[in-house]
């Protein structure tokens, strides 16, 4: 992974400090973040150098063609055709209007580099991070000093990540070495099993310790980064937000934000749970302080997160953020910064990769 890029223009504003945290001792994902210690590489991720300062352009005119014909999930994406039969680029202008999503624009980028001093990522300039959902509140949050943490993912279904799942990974380092924040990395090893009907429970959580390597070599900081497995991890205050948000919905509405149907089976429609209080603060008592209180707390729900992801996964967020008030302790609407997918040299169709 790049090391970061941009180097300060100007004094950056001064913030509350941000507290380190590990895993706690004990907790049994403490495997993964003990990988920290014994791995000391880090990869490389380089892209083309910059020459000037570039205009925004996040949508491209070839994207905008059929968007009607293309099919976006989270588990599924398939790009448009024309009368022909020839594959056409995703209609990323269709995506964000149809979900409502805001465009990253210049205003919001000049505003990135004038609180952080840093420049950009070239991913933000280029426009392949293009939408999001309440970022400007993030940076509220960051000029004032208040804490807030990151969220990112893992769907563990090989032993290796590949190109395509670098994006993310480096992104999301290069955003905690500008904020200065704790992030956790969900291994989602419980979703690939129940959605992948050749792979069982232990190959996914074999997979998921594999690719825990290759996430702490894109050089995370091991003081501020969690990394956990949903089969190791998943109990206590964590479990607890998913039981309560898993009452909280209903299945005509996960029907309708994710297609299920009579045949779907019962693990995958509560699967979104599991993923959606993953970006609640108070699933991860034991970052916020050195003796984790023994119950939830209003005080750590109200600490927002920013989840960089795929456009793919927005539909676990809308559910989040359309239900996370009516909590026992209410949190905020999790902030959101979209890329596009990386789609295969020869097609677009069913040939992206994403967090």
């Known amino acids: 992974m790049s090391p970061r890029e941009a180097s300060g223009r100007g004094q950056k504003t001064p913030h509350a400090s941000r507290k380190s945290f590990t895993s706690s001792p004990g907790a049994p994902s403490r495997r993964l973040s003990l990988v920290f210690e014994s791995l000391k590489h880090t990869a490389e991720f380089t892209g ?23 099919e976006i999930n989270p588990w599924d994406v398939h790009a448009a055709h024309d009368e022909q039969g020839n594959i056409l680029a995703f209609d990323y202008v269709a995506i964000s209007q149809k979900w409502a999503t805001k465009l990253i624009d210049n205003d919001l980028l000049e505003r990135f580099e004038r609180l952080t001093g840093h420049k950009p990522h070239r991913w933000l300039r280029r426009g392949l991070f293009f939408s999001h959902r309440d970022f400007d509140k993030i940076l509220d949050k960051y000029e004032a000093g208040e804490p807030f943490f990151m969220y990112t993912g893992r769907g563990p279904s090989s032993d290796a990540l590949h190109l395509g799942h670098t994006i993310p990974f480096s992104f999301t ?90 045949s779907t089976n019962i693990g995958r429609i509560m699967f979104p749970s599991v993923q959606c209080v993953a970006s609640f603060a108070t699933s991860y008592p034991e970052i916020w302080s050195d003796n984790p209180p023994a119950d939830r707390t209003k005080a750590i729900a109200k600490i927002p997160c920013l989840i960089p992801m795929a456009i793919d996964q927005d539909p676990y967020f809308r559910l989040v953020r359309d239900n996370a008030h009516r909590m026992r302790y209410p949190s905020p609407k999790p902030a959101l910064i979209h890329s596009k997918f990386l789609t295969a040299l020869q097609c677009c169709a069913n040939e992206r990769q994403r967090p």
């Open 48 to 70: 083309m150098a910059d020459s000037k300062p570039e205009i925004v352009v996040p949508i491209r005119d070839a994207e905008k063609s059929a968007s009607t014909e293309q």
């Open 173 to 262: 380092k290069w955003l905690q070495d500008v904020f200065d924040v704790p992030l956790v990395i969900m291994l989602t090893d419980d979703e690939k099993a129940l959605f992948k009907d050749n792979l069982t429970f232990e190959d996914t959580y074999k997979f998921g310790l594999q690719n825990a390597k290759d996430i702490i070599a894109c050089g995370f900081d091991p003081k501020k980064t969690f990394i956990f497995s949903d089969l190791d991890y998943v109990k206590g205050h964590m479990l607890m937000n998913v039981w309560e948000f898993a009452k909280l919905i209903t299945f005509n509405q996960v029907r309708g934000a994710f297609g299920f149907n009579e």
